[in-house]
């Protein structure tokens, strides 16, 4: 029963969200540092999620094929590959560190 709760209450939360997002009067939304938070919050919130998916095992920090894999997609991400290579070699490389043990 607990978890039809929380799931009642998350379609409440979400609902009580989009509504007050409609709310907004458009005037706040066009001034500079609304448009300026609103281009870099999804990049620190999706920096954040890729840090801790990366950096973290539980409650643990570590370090693993998961931070090979990373700093690989930096690298083809800085030569410009295209999406799908990016994620291409960060996968052979994090597969390739870990069949080699580490």
């Known amino acids: 029963m607990n978890v039809w709760i ?3 209450l998350t379609v409440l939360g979400c609902y009580a969200v989009k509504l ?27 920096a954040a999620l890729t840090a ?13 094929a998961r931070a090979a894999g ?10 410009r590959a295209p999406f799908l290579v990016v994620v291409a070699v960060a996968v052979l490389v994090t597969a390739g560190v870990r069949a080699l043990g580490g």
């Open 20 to 46: 007050v997002g409609l709310l907004v009067p458009a005037g706040a939304l066009e001034r500079p540092l609304v448009r300026r938070l609103s281009a870099l919050v999804p990049v620190a919130l999706l």
């Open 52 to 64: 801790q998916q990366t950096f973290s095992t539980g409650s643990a920090l570590v370090v693993d």
């Open 70 to 79: 990373l700093v690989a997609a930096g690298v083809a991400l800085l030569l």
């Open 6 to 8: 929380a799931i009642g």
